[in-house]
């Protein structure tokens, strides 16, 4: 199946500062990818739909500023938590269509572990 | 939006007996539904899926069903292995597998 890699696979910051976490697709072009958030032992949250070339579409309840979305390329779609607090402490998701055609299936990044102390 | 409501939040088996997970959507556009199994610390992993045009589909140990008029969505597994043993959850969608709102989630225990 089509492969989708986030990076980091963790990271522990300082509250304050702001982190960058990116999700490639690596063997196919996504012009449509999807942020999530998962609390532990929760769900996963659908927080924005990243498109290429213009802006992202956020889900009621999610602070524009405060999670910023650029989808610069057809490859790389990347979330940056601004000036993070240990609230944001959680587990970010990406996930990327594969192209249309027989294979529809949604490919899910590893996961980014947030920490904020 | 689109809500999506899954029972049970745990579940526990013999090894060897089935398991049934239940889901329940709100909105009649949706019209993709995909299973995926979650282990912990891991990236969700697409299980089996549906389309709303189809009323049942099978994969071997794996079957869904979906009733389109009651808006709900189950997922069978027969003859239960302990590495069946996962988080569980399904999900619903109006576009395909793009926008996916997810269940709230089920810890399946399968016991040897």
């Known amino acids: 199946g089509a492969v989708v890699s986030q990076h980091p696979s963790w990271v522990i910051c300082k509250s304050g500062t702001s982190v960058k976490i990116e999700c490639r697709s690596l063997d196919f072009q996504a012009t449509t990818m999807f942020w999530y958030r998962q609390f532990p032992k929760q769900s996963l949250m659908l927080m924005a739909t990243?498109?290429?070339?213009?802006?992202?579409?956020?889900e009621q309840g999610v602070e524009k500023d405060k999670f910023l979305i650029n989808h610069a390329s057809l490859t790389l779609s990347t979330l940056t938590v601004t000036s993070a607090h240990p609230e944001d402490s959680s587990f970010y998701i990406c996930?990327?269509?594969?192209?249309?055609?027989?294979?529809?299936?949604?490919?899910f990044g590893q996961g980014t572990r947030l920490t904020v102390v | 939006g689109e809500n999506v409501e899954q029972h049970p939040s745990t579940l526990s088996v013999q090894e060897g007996d089935s398991a049934v997970i239940k889901c329940t959507y709100s909105?009649?556009?949706?019209?993709?539904f995909p299973w995926y199994k979650q282990e912990l610390g891991k990236r969700p992993q697409l299980i089996i899926d549906?389309?709303?045009?189809?009323g049942e589909k099978k994969d071997q140990r794996i079957a869904v069903t979906l009733n389109k008029t009651a808006k709900h969505f189950s997922l069978h597994i027969t003859e239960t292995q302990p590495e069946d043993s996962a988080v569980y959850f399904c999900?619903?969608?109006?576009?395909?597998?793009?926008?996916?709102?997810f269940g709230t989630g089920t810890r399946l225990t399968v016991i040897p």
């Open positions: 996930s990327a269509r594969s192209p249309a055609g027989k294979n529809t299936e949604a490919f």
């Open positions: 549906i389309r709303s045009n189809v």
């Open positions: 990243s498109n290429e070339g213009s802006k992202a579409t956020y």
């Open positions: 999900a619903a969608s109006k576009g395909g597998a793009n926008n996916l709102f």
């Open positions: 909105d009649s556009a949706s019209n993709y």
